[in-house]
C-alpha cells in the first residue's frame, strides 16, 4: 500500500480507466498511465507487463466486487432469476467506468488480438459469475455455457 491507501495495482487501474475515459484507447501511451497514477515506469512494470494486463487487473477488480456482494437469499430463486441478479450486480460495479468502456469498446474492436484476450478474460469472470449463481461450468457443456454467456453479456453490454 502507499501512503494513499491505494496501492500501485490500484493506482494504475484507476489511471488507465481515467485515461480511456478521456481519450482514445489506442492513443494511451505507457507513459501517460504512469504520470497519471503517480508511478516510475519500473513500478509500472513491476505491477504490469502492459495496457491489457490492466484490463485483467481491472477485471478482477469488477470480479471481488460482484462475488463479495453475494446475496444467499436468492439460492431458492430459479437459475435464469440467479444469473440475472449477478449480472445486474455486475453492470452496477461497472457503472462508474462506463464512459472508460464505451471509448475502449470502440478502440479494441480494431483489434483482433485484444479481442481474443479479452474474449479469455470474459470466461474467467464468467466461470465464477456462473458460479455464484450455482450454475455448473465444468466440461464440454460447461464450456458451451460460459462462452454462451459471454456472448450474451457483449450483447448486453453493447446495449448498456
Excluded: C
Excluded at 27 to 56: W, Y
Excluded at 99 to 104: G, K, S
Excluded at 143 to 154: D, E, H, I, M, S
Aim: aromatic share 6%; charged share 30%.
Amino acid at each position: 500500500m502507499t501512503q494513499d491507501g491505494h496501492s500501485t495495482r490500484d493506482r494504475i487501474i484507476d489511471a488507465l480507466m481515467d485515461l480511456a475515459a478521456e481519450q482514445d484507447w489506442d492513443r494511451i501511451e505507457l507513459n501517460d498511465i504512469a504520470e497519471r497514477a503517480g508511478v516510475t515506469l519500473a513500478q509500472f512494470r513491476d505491477a504490469f507487463p502492459s495496457k491489457g494486463a490492466i484490463l485483467g487487473g481491472f477485471n478482477r477488480r469488477i470480479d471481488h466486487k460482484v462475488l463479495a456482494d453475494d446475496d444467499k437469499s436468492l439460492v431458492d430463486e430459479s437459475t435464469r432469476d440467479r444469473i440475472f441478479d449477478v449480472l445486474m450486480r455486475r453492470f452496477d460495479a461497472l457503472a462508474p467506468y462506463k464512459a472508460a468502456l464505451r471509448r475502449m469498446a470502440q478502440g479494441l474492436a480494431r483489434e483482433p488480438l485484444s479481442l481474443a484476450a479479452l474474449n479469455q478474460a470474459a470466461l474467467n469472470s464468467m466461470r465464477f459469475m456462473l458460479a455464484t449463481a450455482g450454475v455448473e461450468t465444468e466440461g464440454p457443456v460447461g464450456f458451451l455455457k460460459l462462452q454462451g454467456a459471454v456472448l450474451a453479456y457483449a450483447k448486453v453490454m453493447d446495449v448498456w
